[in-house]
């Protein structure tokens, strides 16, 4: 052999994550439920907790996606178009209120609608 054909050794670290008992029966959901409450965030720092993190969402992304995201945009948008049509719809009134006001504003009696339209504005 030469001494061109030798190439260094490279380093290789290898870690196993004893998961196991998080896919007998309920562990899964008691797992995240415990996650979840925890007010604390260090623990999700953690590289098992991680690795197991990444490994979720690969299978839920699409879920959350389809069930939470999609429906917050259609609310969302729904509570624009709202606001937008009543927005428009005060600014209307309150222009229509306004100019009857000013059309009677030079008249000599006031009648009992100017006197309304008056105390409205």
């Known amino acids: 052999m030469e001494d061109a054909d030798i190439q260094p050794l490279k380093k290789v670290t290898v870690q196993a994550i004893d998961m196991d008992w998080l896919f007998q029966e ?15 965030h260090q623990h999700l720092t953690l590289k098992p907790i991680k690795i197991f993190i990444e490994l979720l ?3 839920i992304q699409k879920r959350i996606i389809c069930y939470v995201l999609v429906p917050y945009l259609m609310y969302l948008f729904g509570m624009y178009k709202l606001t937008g049509i009543c927005l428009m719809n005060f600014i209307e009134y309150h222009s229509e209120l306004k100019a009857i006001a000013e059309k009677y504003e030079h008249s000599a009696v006031p009648t009992d609608k100017e006197a309304e339209i008056e105390i409205l504005i």
Do not use: D
């Not at 309920?26 to 604390?40: K, P, Q, V, Y």
């Open 26 to 40: 309920h562990n899964i959901e008691a797992f995240i439920g415990i996650l979840s409450e925890r007010t604390f």
């Open 57 to 59: 969402w690969q299978k």
